[in-house]
């Protein structure tokens, strides 16, 4: 069995929406459908609400809102089980709508994506689990694009640096799972980082435990035992942490960048309808079809949906901004000449293929009108003075300069009230680059924010620290020296890295790539750097020790699989290093291999543990499109971030302005 | 001698056979009285449940048997097990798919019984079964339908966590007689009841109540079809109806002409019903055909056995016949049906499967085998698994063992089923060894014996344990978390705790663990286990049973729960937060949950006394970090003092509480309060650099461009000049932007030139121009000019020029 390339995404897609739609089926008649926030966007992604309708949906509300109507009898949940403070407000609001309704109600709660102990303990103490009918909804991985799969857990920065709750670990253990129960076993889990090794292990955890299983007959879904995948080379694994910094840059491509000023949430971006213009009906409803009603909001954001879907939005989402002007005038001119070509059109069969072809110029023209306006909105961010500033302090602090040299600038944007958001960004990149800033320094740079943003931002700040992107210097001198001495690992030595995998390119062009670098206009992010030591060795050694440039990038890595020829560099990032061979019954295997053969393209499944960017995505796609012939990229993760969302997860939102 | 043949007890009816076939012979004793019993059967050739019909007399016979008792036998009459019953009235007595024993008693409580040996889990059925009573009950596979007193209809459609469902209220009146469809045959995927009230029916389901205007009622018997297609009626003038299950079509109508009614009326097969009086059976095919007898023939059974057939599957039989007698008819036999030869085989195994006698089955494969044998290309597939299936078969139906099950059975309980209830029935042995044939996992098997072992044994803990730890070992996928639990429930902790040690699943042992009150290792197991949810059961359970104090101790050295403790304390219990860190000796945090709170303060003053508060938990610490934390607080408390003077003295409401230090100043400055402005300045120790920014700032959004004007005579700025010009010109002063221009001395001439230019200024930046000898942008310039400073560039351009 060899499942088609590039179905993975799509069997997940439509695995999800059967298991949906058969819940919804099995609640007989019309139903109100009270989701919560984090799930009404993932749900987008893969059901319309025109075929939840079909399906006997009357009414959507949020669970945040806490506004479900009690006219309906049927009254179903979808929520998260893994989150204590989701689940009290189901219990709560179950529990109200018992009390005040004048309709007897049926419930339904949908637990995603398992039933937990914690929610039966719940609905236990609340008195109401004899009242509800109770399901699982296995929603893990949601498909963003054929070659990304998230699990769009919001929460799961925070939750795993901050609070360092590690259940978006298991989750991230129980997606993959699924994905070797399709395929088989990964032959080989590499990863770096500590969190990377704790999913590893997660995973070794449970094939013993499903062979176990398997063994018994307690699982009666699989048939016999599942072997070493045929179609997958490896998993790689990067934790986050190993990383920060990369994060912590200003994105530089179009999409990194849309993200950076607009945000994207589940593929879509709310976008000031003053610049993108106001919403068309075709497009409104398919955009935010699933979405659920929210007619509070004020009708002054239009949702753009950004996918693969958008030919034009495709071929620049991954570009260098630099360029994308230059991208749009061309597209701009090819849409002309096709438009033109009606004057050319003689015969009534040239007109009629014209007409034929007509919606889909105009859906293009649509497409390429929101994104020439869309771009020359990011065109004025960026030219502003704070922006350059900001940038020119990361690619300093990227290049590695002293960072003291930067200071008074960061002060002048303290002082000229930027949002707190971007002077964190900066100080914590420093913090993360250089291992810490200055005792002395640190403490006057918290002094100015504090006085410029409010004291609440000593929780900010707290947060900040226990999440270490932003900490004194320890005492003993900057980062550790690589290759040797005790404290290896404990902070990623970009100092040495930056040499060593050569994060700094000077000559790089944003229009024609040679090198991953070009998503941040000369910096390569480290994080894509590692895997690039896992699948390009030759590229990367041609790279660092000079020489030609392999011409085409050969794959030698099942010669040398693994980090081999790169350990004693991987060292100086932080965090466990590992590379772990999957075997199974090697005569079964062996057999197998004599049957099928071991050639065709197999698929490497790169998974980034607490967050990727947009920008990374670009650069493995870079990646991908170099190794195109011999393998297939598929992007992990646990949801897509930005330096933003990660300064977001440590900011102290209150203030002793507004009383709560 | 061969037995007689299949077709012996054959009967037509209509246009199909039936036959009735007889498995075991003398079940019971003489003199048991069978029709004193409630008797119900589980499906599947599954056991037997008795129980003596209260409502008739019967003859006493010992102490034992009077006692009310509900008796458990096989098929063949074995008895498995005996409940004794105390428990009141039974009003329901049914079976599950799964073989569980279902006993509804009248005032509502239902009592699973899994297992065959009593243990059972009970359940109430709740809305009214209490007051009015149970009157009946009808099962399903999985479920079942109580009719109460009051003709309400409560439905459980599964048993492993029983939602008792009111069904839609239907009308008084008498009862005659009711049925269920099965949710797997309706249309709405929910069970429908068809209850007979007065003349009519009606069909209730969840929500509906829908009468079917029927006029020839009282119906006797209402009796579904097994797929739920059709039903019997059993009208008042004695006649049976066919109808549609949705009561749209009449199919046939048959006449008893009996004066009374049957004591049942059954369906058999989806196309006969039979009714049986007490002395007569009378059997109503398809169309109103009639016989008396059971069991419909399968097709396959028929096309070989059916008299005179000449289908190829009957030679081939007639072939093993010939060959045994060793006529060179059978040969001819084979050649005559050549061309169908493989079909036919293919029928003589699949009728082999039908067959209850070996004899007929070895019969049937043998002409399977001949007819193969003669075939180049037939895959044998089929064959060895009918072999494989009917020695199972053959197994489980012998006396001693007692389950009647037949192949279409079989197939559709499935082998792991089938091995599920042998273990029920503690027949080990063959249930290994069938699990061996068929190549499924015994461990399962494995697992019952131990806990059965554990249940009966009175070996020392020690000795029982390495028993089975010996017996069970190689087995990898055993679970010993079933063995302790039963070694648990038998009271025998030690034993458990021991056996638990050899789970696998970290996971598994988990519950257990609680229950025994094994704490530590629950929750260290629980956090081996990677799954957060385990661990946050473990930390609940374990938090509202230990004293606080040694609660955190458990957890003290162990972060993952620590940090789920935090979180799950953070939304909820800000007080066993403040405890946790006093404990652990984290004045930060602490102090930091003081500060949240305090933002969560309406009054300024009670505000400020939380920041009190909050700094003074940190007053005996030396950590830098502490101390830097304890002095801001202070600042905060005291910005927020400031704040409230201004508020009171200078605006009109609380415009001031709760800025920051720069916006404070910088809207002082706005508001023209440069001196209070400045105040604060020194008080807060706020940089020259910050100040003059903040001024710069609030001057420009005031637009007091004179006081600018004043600022830039000064000497110096700590900030430079350039920010007064980008900042006055963003604000549209170009002149006054101007005035900064030349103060920038710090740029290079170049960026200059681009400010003058900016201003429009294009003479003045050629002379910045010129003063640094720079032709080119000169010649810009001058592209630029208009007017009179055409002239002027042009001037010096050429003082610039060389003399030729």
Same mark, same amino acid.
């Given at each position: 069995?060899?499942?088609?390339?590039?179905?993975?995404?799509?069997?997940?897609?439509?695995?999800?929406?059967?298991?949906?739609?058969?819940?919804?089926?099995?609640?007989?008649?019309?139903?109100?459908?009270?989701?919560?926030?984090?799930?009404?966007?993932?749900?987008?992604?893969?059901?319309?609400?025109?075929?939840?309708?079909?399906?006997?949906?009357?009414?959507?509300?949020?669970?945040?809102?806490?506004?479900?109507?009690?006219?309906?009898?049927?009254?179903?949940?979808?929520?998260?089980?893994?989150?204590?403070?989701?689940?009290?407000?189901?219990?709560?609001?179950?529990?109200?709508?018992?009390?005040?309704?004048?309709?007897?109600? +049926?419930?339904?709660?949908?637990?995603?994506?398992?039933?937990?102990?914690?929610?039966?303990?719940?609905?236990?103490?609340?008195?109401?689990?004899?009242?509800?009918?109770?399901?699982?909804?296995?929603?893990?991985?949601?498909?963003?694009?054929?070659?990304?799969?998230?699990?769009?857990?919001?929460?799961?920065?925070?939750?795993?640096?901050?609070?360092?709750?590690? $259940?978006?670990?298991?989750?991230?253990?129980?997606?993959?799972?699924?994905?070797?129960?399709?395929?088989?076993?990964?032959?080989?889990?590499?990863?770096?980082?500590?969190?990377?090794?704790?999913?590893?292990?997660?995973?070794?955890?449970?094939?013993?435990?499903?062979?176990?299983?398997?063994?018994?007959?307690?699982?009666?879904?699989?048939?016999?035992?599942?072997?070493?995948?045929?179609?997958?080379? /490896?998993?790689?694994?990067?934790?986050?942490?190993?990383?920060?910094?990369?994060?912590?840059?200003?994105?530089?491509?179009?999409?990194?960048?849309?993200?950076?000023?607009?945000?994207?949430?589940?593929?879509?971006? +709310?976008?000031?309808?003053?610049?993108? $213009?106001?919403?068309?009906?075709?497009?409104?409803?398919?955009?935010?079809?699933?979405?659920?009603?929210?007619?509070?909001?004020?009708?002054?954001?239009?949702?753009?949906?950004?996918? @693969?879907?958008?030919?034009?939005?495709?071929?620049?989402?991954?570009?260098?901004?630099?360029?994308?002007?230059?991208?749009?005038?061309?597209?701009?001119?090819?849409?002309?000449?096709?438009?033109?070509?009606?004057?050319?059109?003689?015969?009534?069969?040239?007109?009629?293929?014209?007409?034929?072809?007509?919606?889909?110029?105009?859906?293009?023209?649509?497409?390429?009108?929101?994104?020439?306006?869309?771009?020359?909105?990011?065109?004025?961010?960026?030219?502003?003075?704070?922006?350059?500033?900001?940038?020119?302090?990361?690619?300093?602090?990227?290049?590695?300069?002293?960072?003291?040299?930067?200071?008074?600038?960061?002060?002048?944007?303290?002082?000229?009230?930027?949002?707190?958001?971007?002077?964190?960004?900066?100080?914590?990149?420093?913090?993360?680059?250089?291992?810490?800033?200055?005792?002395?320094?640190?403490?006057?740079?918290?002094?100015?924010?504090?006085?410029?943003?409010?004291?609440?931002?000593?929780?900010?700040?707290?947060?900040?620290?226990?999440?270490?992107?932003?900490?004194?210097?320890?005492?003993? $001198?900057?980062?550790?020296?690589?290759?040797?001495?005790?404290?290896?690992?404990?902070?990623?030595?970009?100092?040495?890295?930056?040499?060593?995998?050569?994060?700094?390119?000077?000559?790089?062009?944003?229009?024609?790539?040679?090198?991953?670098?070009?998503?941040?206009?000369?910096? @390569?992010?480290?994080?894509?750097?590692?895997?690039?030591?896992?699948?390009?060795?030759?590229?990367?050694?041609?790279?660092?020790?000079?020489?030609?440039?392999?011409?085409?990038?050969?794959?030698?890595?099942?010669?040398?699989?693994?980090?081999?020829?790169?350990?004693?560099?991987?060292? /100086?990032?932080?965090?466990?290093?590992?590379?772990?061979?999957?075997?199974?019954?090697?005569?079964?295997?062996?057999?197998?291999?004599?049957? /099928?053969?071991?050639?065709?393209?197999?698929?490497?499944?790169?998974?980034?543990? $607490?967050?990727?960017?947009?920008?990374?995505?670009?650069?493995?796609?870079?990646? @991908?499109?170099?190794?195109?012939?011999?393998?297939?990229?598929?992007?992990?993760?646990?949801?897509?971030?930005?330096?933003?969302?990660?300064?977001?997860?440590?900011?102290?939102?209150?203030?002793?302005?507004?009383?709560? | 001698?061969?037995?007689?043949?299949?077709?012996?007890?054959?009967?037509?009816?209509?246009?199909?056979?039936?036959?009735?076939?007889?498995?075991?012979?003398?079940?019971?004793?003489?003199?048991?009285?069978?029709?004193?019993?409630?008797?119900?059967?589980?499906?599947?050739?599954?056991?037997?449940?008795?129980?003596?019909?209260?409502?008739?007399?019967?003859?006493?016979?010992?102490?034992?048997?009077?006692?009310?008792?509900?008796?458990?036998?096989?098929?063949?009459?074995?008895?498995?097990?005996?409940?004794?019953?105390?428990?009141?009235?039974?009003?329901?007595?049914?079976?599950?798919? &799964?073989?569980?024993?279902?006993?509804?008693?009248?005032?509502?409580?239902?009592?699973?019984?899994?297992?065959?040996?009593? &243990?059972?889990?009970?359940?109430?059925?709740?809305?009214?079964?209490?007051?009015?009573?149970?009157?009946?009950?009808?099962?399903?596979?999985?479920?079942?339908?109580?009719?109460?007193?009051?003709?309400?209809?409560?439905?459980?459609?599964?048993?492993?966590?029983?939602?008792?469902?009111?069904?839609?209220?239907?009308?008084?009146?008498?009862?005659?007689?009711?049925?269920?469809?099965?949710?797997?045959?309706?249309?709405?995927?929910?069970?429908?009841?068809?209850?007979?009230?007065?003349?009519?029916?009606?069909?209730?389901?969840?929500?509906?109540?829908?009468?079917?205007?029927?006029?020839?009622?009282?119906?006797?018997?209402?009796?579904?079809?097994?797929?739920?297609?059709?039903?019997?009626?059993?009208?008042?003038?004695?006649?049976?109806?066919?109808?549609?299950?949705?009561?749209?079509?009449?199919?046939?109508?048959?006449?008893?002409?009996?004066?009374?009614?049957?004591?049942?009326?059954?369906?058999?097969?989806?196309?006969?019903?039979?009714?049986?009086?007490?002395?007569?059976?009378?059997?109503?095919?398809?169309?109103?055909?009639?016989?008396?007898?059971?069991?419909?023939?399968?097709?396959?059974?028929?096309?070989?056995?059916?008299?005179?057939?000449?289908?190829?599957?009957?030679?081939?039989?007639?072939?093993?016949?010939?060959? &045994?007698?060793?006529?060179?008819?059978?040969?001819?036999?084979?050649?005559?049906?050549?061309?169908?030869?493989?079909?036919?085989?293919?029928?003589?195994?699949?009728?082999?499967?039908?067959?209850?006698?070996?004899?007929?089955?070895?019969?049937?494969?043998?002409?399977?085998?001949?007819?193969?044998?003669?075939?180049?290309?037939?895959?044998?597939?089929?064959? =060895?698994?009918?072999?494989?299936?009917?020695?199972?078969?053959?197994?489980?139906?012998?006396?001693?063992?007692?389950?009647?099950?037949?192949?279409?059975?079989?197939?559709?309980?499935?082998?792991?089923?089938?091995?599920?209830?042998?273990?029920?029935?503690?027949?080990?042995?063959?249930?290994?060894?069938?699990?061996?044939?068929?190549?499924?996992?015994?461990?399962?098997?494995?697992?019952?014996?131990?806990?059965?072992?554990?249940?009966?044994?009175?070996?020392?803990?020690?000795?029982?344990?390495?028993?089975? =730890?010996?017996?069970?070992?190689?087995?990898?996928?055993?679970?010993?978390?079933?063995?302790?639990?039963?070694?648990?429930?038998?009271?025998?902790?030690?034993?458990?705790?021991?056996?638990?040690?050899?789970?696998?699943?970290?996971?598994?042992?988990?519950?257990?663990?609680?229950?025994?009150?094994?704490?530590?290792?629950?929750?260290?197991?629980?956090?081996?286990?990677?799954?957060?949810?385990?661990?946050?059961?473990?930390?609940?359970?374990?938090?509202?049973?230990?004293?606080?104090?040694?609660?955190?101790?458990?957890?003290?050295?162990?972060?993952?729960?620590?940090?789920?403790?935090?979180?799950?304390?953070?939304?909820?219990?800000?007080?066993?937060?403040?405890?946790?860190?006093?404990?652990?000796?984290?004045?930060?945090?602490?102090?930091?949950?003081?500060?949240?709170?305090?933002?969560?303060?309406?009054?300024?003053?009670?505000?400020?006394?939380?920041?009190?508060?909050?700094?003074?938990?940190?007053? &005996?610490?030396?950590?830098?970090?502490?101390?830097?934390?304890?002095?801001?607080?202070?600042?905060?408390?005291?910005?927020?003092?400031?704040?409230?003077?201004?508020?009171?003295?200078?605006?009109?409401?609380?415009?001031?509480?709760?800025?920051?230090?720069?916006?404070?100043?910088?809207?002082?400055?706005?508001?023209?309060?440069?001196?209070?402005?400045?105040?604060?300045?020194?008080?807060?120790?706020?940089?020259?650099?910050?100040?003059?920014?903040?001024?710069?700032?609030?001057?420009?959004?005031?637009?007091?461009?004179?006081?600018?004007?004043?600022?830039?005579?000064?000497?110096?700025?700590?900030?430079?000049?350039?920010?007064?010009?980008?900042?006055?010109?963003?604000?549209?002063?170009?002149?006054?932007?101007?005035?900064?221009?030349?103060?920038?001395?710090?740029?290079?001439?170049?960026?200059?030139?681009?400010?003058?230019?900016?201003?429009?200024?294009?003479?003045?930046?050629?002379?910045?121009?010129?003063?640094?000898?720079?032709?080119?942008?000169?010649?810009?310039?001058?592209?630029?000019?208009?007017?009179?400073?055409?002239?002027?560039?042009?001037?010096?351009?050429?003082?610039?020029?060389?003399?030729?």
């Amino acid at each position: 069995m060899a499942p088609r390339l590039g179905s993975e995404a799509d069997h997940i897609r439509d695995k999800a929406r059967r298991d949906l739609l058969t819940l919804l089926e099995g609640v007989r008649g019309k139903k109100n459908l009270v989701i919560s926030k984090d799930l009404a966007g993932p749900v987008g992604l893969f059901v319309k609400f025109s075929v939840l309708q079909e399906y006997g949906v009357d009414r959507i509300f949020l669970l945040e809102n806490a506004n479900v109507d009690s006219t309906q009898r049927n009254v179903i949940f979808l929520v998260h089980a893994e989150k204590v403070h989701q689940i009290g407000t189901t219990a709560e609001q179950v529990k109200r709508l018992q009390e005040n309704g004048t309709v007897e109600h +049926d419930f339904y709660i949908f637990w995603v994506p398992r039933r937990t102990l914690l929610s039966n303990k719940i609905l236990e103490d609340t008195g109401i689990i004899g009242d509800v009918n109770i399901a699982e909804f296995p929603l893990y991985f949601c498909p963003l694009e054929q070659d990304v799969l998230s699990l769009e857990l919001e929460d799961s920065f925070g939750d795993l640096y901050l609070h360092k709750d590690p $259940g978006c670990i298991l989750l991230a253990a129980k997606a993959l799972m699924q994905i070797q129960q399709r395929h088989g076993y990964f032959p080989r889990i590499v990863g770096k980082g500590d969190n990377a090794r704790r999913l590893a292990d997660l995973l070794l955890r449970m094939r013993k435990e499903l062979e176990a299983e398997e063994l018994s007959g307690l699982d009666d879904s699989v048939g016999g035992l599942l072997l070493p995948s045929l179609a997958i080379e /490896s998993l790689i694994i990067i934790d986050r942490e190993v990383d920060f910094a990369t994060v912590l840059l200003t994105q530089l491509t179009y999409e990194g960048l849309i993200d950076e000023f607009v945000g994207i949430k589940n593929n879509q971006a +709310d976008v000031d309808s003053t610049i993108v $213009g106001a919403a068309v009906p075709p497009q409104a409803s398919q955009g935010s079809s699933s979405t659920p009603q929210s007619a509070s909001k004020p009708a002054l954001k239009r949702k753009i949906q950004l996918d @693969a879907s958008d030919q034009i939005f495709s071929q620049l989402r991954d570009a260098n901004f630099a360029i994308v002007g230059e991208l749009l005038n061309k597209v701009a001119r090819r849409l002309e000449s096709d438009y033109e070509s009606r004057h050319s059109a003689k015969t009534t069969l040239e007109l009629r293929e014209f007409v034929n072809k007509l919606p889909a110029y105009q859906l293009e023209h649509q497409s390429l009108k929101v994104h020439t306006n869309l771009a020359e909105d990011i065109m004025r961010q960026t030219r502003s003075d704070v922006f350059r500033k900001i940038l020119e302090v990361q690619q300093n602090y990227a290049a590695g300069s002293d960072p003291t040299y930067q200071h008074d600038t960061i002060e002048e944007l303290i002082a000229r009230d930027v949002p707190l958001k971007n002077v964190l960004r900066l100080l914590c990149l420093e913090s993360c680059m250089f291992g810490g800033l200055r005792p002395r320094e640190l403490e006057n740079f918290k002094r100015q924010i504090l006085q410029a943003y409010g004291y609440q931002h000593l929780l900010t700040l707290r947060a900040l620290e226990k999440m270490e992107l932003l900490q004194p210097r320890s005492s003993t $001198g900057p980062v550790v020296l690589p290759g040797g001495g005790a404290s290896v690992g404990i902070k990623t030595n970009y100092n040495y890295l930056r040499k060593n995998l050569r994060l700094v390119v000077e000559e790089v062009s944003e229009k024609e790539p040679k090198d991953i670098s070009y998503v941040y206009s000369g910096f @390569a992010p480290l994080s894509v750097r590692l895997v690039q030591c896992v699948l390009q060795k030759p590229y990367i050694l041609s790279l660092t020790k000079g020489g030609p440039t392999p011409p085409t990038v050969n794959t030698v890595s099942a010669a040398s699989p693994g980090w081999l020829g790169f350990e004693d560099i991987v060292k /100086s990032a932080r965090g466990s290093t590992f590379s772990i061979v999957q075997k199974g019954d090697e005569k079964a295997a062996r057999a197998r291999q004599t049957l /099928s053969g071991s050639g065709g393209v197999k698929t490497v499944y790169i998974f980034f543990l $607490g967050g990727i960017t947009f920008t990374e995505i670009a650069a493995l796609r870079f990646i @991908a499109r170099q190794e195109a012939p011999q393998r297939k990229v598929v992007i992990c993760t646990t949801g897509i971030t930005s330096g933003g969302k990660m300064i977001e997860a440590a900011m102290e939102k209150g203030s002793f302005a507004k009383a709560a | 001698m061969a037995p007689s043949n299949p077709l012996a007890d054959w009967e037509k009816v209509g246009d199909g056979f039936y036959r009735n076939t007889r498995i075991y012979e003398a079940v019971f004793a003489d003199d048991f009285e069978l029709e004193n019993f409630i008797v119900a059967g589980a499906p599947y050739g599954g056991a037997i449940a008795l129980y003596r019909d209260e409502s008739k007399l019967s003859r006493y016979r010992d102490a034992q048997t009077a006692k009310s008792s509900i008796d458990i036998y096989s098929y063949s009459g074995k008895l498995i097990s005996r409940i004794n019953w105390e428990h009141g009235s039974i009003k329901g007595l049914g079976w599950s798919d &799964d073989e569980e024993l279902l006993i509804v008693t009248e005032d509502g409580t239902v009592r699973r019984y899994f297992g065959l040996h009593g &243990d059972f889990a009970p359940f109430s059925l709740g809305n009214g079964a209490e007051e009015y009573g149970v009157r009946a009950c009808r099962f399903w596979s999985s479920g079942f339908v109580a009719l109460l007193s009051n003709n309400q209809l409560i439905s459980v459609s599964h048993y492993s966590e029983p939602r008792p469902k009111l069904l839609a209220t239907c009308p008084e009146g008498e009862v005659s007689s009711w049925s269920l469809i099965p949710p797997t045959y309706t249309l709405s995927r929910s069970v429908e009841v068809l209850l007979a009230v007065d003349k009519t029916i009606y069909t209730i389901d969840a929500t509906d109540a829908e009468d079917r205007v029927l006029q020839n009622g009282p119906f006797k018997h209402v009796s579904v079809s097994p797929t739920g297609r059709f039903v019997a009626l059993f009208t008042n003038d004695g006649k049976v109806w066919v109808v549609s299950s949705d009561f749209q079509n009449k199919f046939s109508e048959y006449d008893s002409k009996a004066k009374t009614p049957p004591m049942t009326i059954e369906w058999c097969g989806d196309d006969s019903v039979i009714l049986a009086w007490e002395d007569e059976i009378h059997m109503v095919g398809p169309n109103g055909a009639a016989a008396k007898s059971a069991f419909v023939t399968d097709d396959v059974t028929e096309d070989v056995f059916r008299l005179g057939s000449t289908s190829p599957a009957s030679v081939l039989l007639d072939s093993v016949d010939q060959l &045994d007698k060793k006529s060179p008819k059978a040969d001819e036999n084979i050649q005559r049906i050549r061309q169908n030869l493989s079909e036919a085989v293919d029928i003589c195994v699949k009728a082999a499967g039908h067959e209850f006698d070996p004899y007929w089955q070895k019969r049937l494969l043998k002409a399977a085998s001949f007819g193969k044998s003669v075939l180049e290309l037939y895959s044998s597939d089929d064959f =060895v698994e009918m072999t494989e299936k009917l020695r199972v078969l053959k197994a489980v139906r012998d006396f001693q063992i007692g389950m009647p099950i037949s192949y279409e059975q079989y197939m559709r309980l499935t082998p792991e089923k089938l091995v599920e209830r042998l273990v029920n029935r503690h027949e080990y042995l063959l249930a290994i060894r069938i699990s061996e044939y068929l190549h499924i996992s015994a461990d399962k098997i494995y697992v019952h014996w131990a806990s059965q072992k554990v249940k009966v044994s009175t070996a020392d803990d020690d000795a029982l344990c390495r028993l089975i =730890v010996q017996r069970l070992d190689g087995k990898p996928g055993i679970s010993f978390e079933l063995i302790a639990q039963s070694a648990y429930d038998e009271g025998r902790s030690h034993l458990a705790t021991q056996l638990l040690s050899h789970e696998p699943r970290a996971g598994k042992q988990v519950p257990l663990l609680l229950s025994m009150e094994e704490d530590g290792i629950a929750l260290d197991k629980a956090l081996e286990s990677g799954d957060t949810d385990l661990v946050y059961c473990v930390l609940l359970h374990l938090k509202k049973k230990l004293p606080l104090a040694s609660f955190f101790r458990l957890i003290s050295d162990k972060p993952t729960a620590s940090a789920l403790v935090e979180t799950s304390a953070r939304e909820g219990d800000i007080e066993l937060l403040k405890d946790l860190y006093y404990q652990d000796d984290k004045p930060l945090d602490g102090s930091n949950i003081l500060l949240s709170e305090a933002l969560k303060q309406t009054e300024v003053q009670s505000k400020i006394e939380k920041l009190h508060l909050a700094a003074h938990l940190l007053s &005996d610490s030396k950590d830098p970090i502490a101390l830097f934390q304890q002095k801001s607080l202070s600042e905060a408390a005291h910005l927020l003092k400031i704040q409230e003077t201004l508020d009171k003295e200078i605006a009109d409401g609380p415009e001031f509480s709760g800025l920051g230090v720069n916006e404070t100043i910088y809207r002082l400055i706005r508001s023209g309060y440069g001196k209070r402005a400045q105040k604060i300045q020194n008080e807060c120790k706020v940089s020259e650099k910050t100040y003059w920014w903040a001024r710069l700032r609030a001057l420009v959004a005031k637009r007091d461009w004179g006081e600018l004007e004043e600022l830039g005579r000064v000497k110096k700025s700590p900030i430079g000049w350039e920010p007064f010009y980008n900042e006055i010109l963003g604000a549209g002063n170009t002149k006054l932007a101007s005035v900064f221009v030349p103060k920038c001395t710090n740029l290079p001439a170049a960026a200059r030139i681009e400010m003058w230019i900016k201003c429009g200024m294009i003479v003045k930046a050629g002379e910045e121009a010129l003063r640094v000898k720079d032709l080119n942008t000169l010649e810009l310039l001058r592209a630029k000019a208009s007017g009179v400073a055409v002239s002027e560039i042009d001037r010096m351009i050429t003082q610039l020029r060389p003399r030729k």
